[in-house]
């Protein structure tokens, strides 16, 4: 079974440019998310898909950040401008369910923004 | 959710027991212990989870203290390929709960 695939998985960027990240879940799983890990801490969630919903989207900074989750399956992660601040990596995760117990990451997009 | 404590870094000689401690003196009565996993350069990976018995798996077991208030993740022979950050979570139940991950413990079993 394939796992979650993110691509690109190194991204470097001046600042003020957009980036975009991809993911594509494990097939079947109705549930996405993307986590925001910056260096020596745990991931944060961002958003949250059921579907194509966005069901939490509360700590998604609505300012520079989007996503898109438009068929139900695979998402797409956008930053218009990317800022210093923004060097992390992004990863993409997803269950069959919101309550499943397991969710499964993907190995993440590293950014640098110079 | 509530929030755990733990030790930030921990080692272990390989072929041993690794015994990983978390302390969760807030959980609450329907609140999940859940430990996942990350090695260097990829995502986080579920480990076990438990309420309130006790929880073996083919890669760990999860001791939960009677009162709840703290666990034990055991990886019962620990390999050089077990060294990560291991997160210990608390987790209710339902679609709207979230994984909140802390700083988690560094793991390094040595040869």
């Known amino acids: 079974e394939a796992g979650v695939v993110q691509s690109p998985r190194y991204k470097i960027i001046e600042k003020k440019q957009p980036v975009a990240f991809w993911c594509n879940p494990i097939?079947?799983?109705?549930?996405l998310y993307w986590y925001l890990q910056n260096l020596g801490q745990g991931p944060e969630l961002l958003i949250r898909y059921e579907n194509e919903e966005a069901v939490d989207d509360s700590q998604l900074p609505k300012d520079r950040f989007s996503a898109e989750r438009l068929k139900g399956v695979d998402s797409t992660l956008k930053i218009q401008p990317a800022e210093l601040g923004d060097s992390a990596v992004y990863l993409c995760?997803?269950?069959?369910?919101?309550?499943?117990?397991?969710?499964?990451f993907g190995p993440g997009t590293r950014l640098t923004v110079t | 959710d509530a929030k755990t404590t733990q030790p930030p870094s921990m080692d272990c000689a390989e072929g041993r027991a690794a015994n990983l401690p978390c302390n969760h003196s807030t959980i609450s009565g329907n609140e999940y212990v859940y430990w996942y996993r990350q090695i260097h350069s990829q995502g986080p990976q579920y480990i076990i989870h438990g309420l309130k018995n006790n929880e073996t798996n083919e890669m760990a077991s999860l001791i939960i203290t009677e009162d709840r208030k703290s666990s034990t993740l055991i990886l019962p022979h620990a390999t050089l390929r077990d060294t990560a950050v291991y997160y210990c979570?608390?987790?209710?139940?339902?679609?709207?709960?979230?994984?909140?991950f802390g700083k988690g413990i560094t793991l390094s079993v040595r040869p």
């Open positions: 097939s079947g799983h109705n549930t």
């Open positions: 995760a997803s269950s069959l369910e919101g309550s499943s117990y397991e969710q499964y």
């Open positions: 979570i608390v987790r209710g139940t339902g679609a709207n709960s979230k994984l909140t």
